[in-house]
């Protein structure tokens, strides 16, 4: 129940190429309070509702819960979630022994590509494609209940 994560830009497109699974995610956020976070999410035909705590000083650890819901149970607490809906498609792509999921925004966040990699440690070893930007691990900005409240086409370029 402990997420470790780390999380970079993304400056090309070339991952789509590389890609072994895709799908739709619409999500929004019921509290997106700094101590936690409660999100309810639509993945293609399935609903999920995770609790989120606050991360790590460094960024990279956060405790995380998540339940698979029904879709109709999704689509009704979808109406009851803070204003900023965050609608993505993310990409899965092997590199190494590990999994990018790599998130492309679209609505008010379109334009920004985020890459995660979920790791079993802080000091676990992985690849970098060169598909990778800037690492954005730990800054808020970055979070998607963040990026509901603060869409990513207000900020200033």
Same mark, same amino acid.
């Given at each position: 129940?402990?997420?470790?994560?780390?999380?970079?830009?993304?400056k090309?497109?070339?991952f789509?190429?590389?890609a072994?699974?895709?799908?739709?995610i619409?999500?929004g956020?019921?509290?997106?309070?700094?101590?936690r976070? &409660?999100?309810?999410?639509?993945?293609?035909? *399935? @609903?999920f509702?995770t609790?989120?705590?606050?991360?790590? #000083?460094n960024?990279l +650890?956060r405790?995380?819960?998540?339940?698979e819901?029904?879709?109709?149970?999704?689509e009704s607490?979808?109406?009851?979630c803070?204003?900023?809906?965050?609608?993505k498609i993310?990409y899965?792509?092997?590199?190494?022994?590990?999994?990018?999921e &790599?998130?492309e925004f679209?609505?008010?966040? *379109? @334009?920004?590509?985020i890459a995660?990699i979920e790791?079993? #440690?802080?000091n676990? +070893?992985?690849?970098?494609?060169?598909?990778?930007?800037?690492?954005?691990?730990?800054?808020i900005k970055?979070?998607?209940?963040?990026l509901?409240?603060?869409?990513?086409?207000?900020w200033e370029?």
């Amino acid at each position: 129940m402990i997420e470790i994560e780390r999380k970079f830009l993304v400056k090309s497109h070339a991952f789509k190429t590389v890609a072994f699974h895709k799908y739709k995610i619409k999500q929004g956020f019921l509290n997106s309070h700094e101590e936690r976070t &409660v999100r309810v999410r639509l993945k293609n035909d *399935k @609903g999920f509702l995770t609790v989120k705590g606050k991360s790590s #000083s460094n960024g990279l +650890t956060r405790f995380e819960w998540e339940k698979e819901i029904s879709i109709v149970e999704a689509e009704s607490l979808l109406l009851l979630c803070e204003e900023g809906i965050i609608d993505k498609i993310r990409y899965e792509v092997k590199c190494g022994n590990h999994i990018y999921e &790599v998130d492309e925004f679209f609505g008010e966040n *379109k @334009g920004l590509v985020i890459a995660e990699i979920e790791l079993n #440690s802080e000091n676990d +070893t992985f690849d970098l494609p060169i598909w990778l930007d800037e690492e954005v691990t730990g800054d808020i900005k970055y979070y998607n209940s963040q990026l509901s409240k603060h869409p990513f086409s207000s900020w200033e370029k």
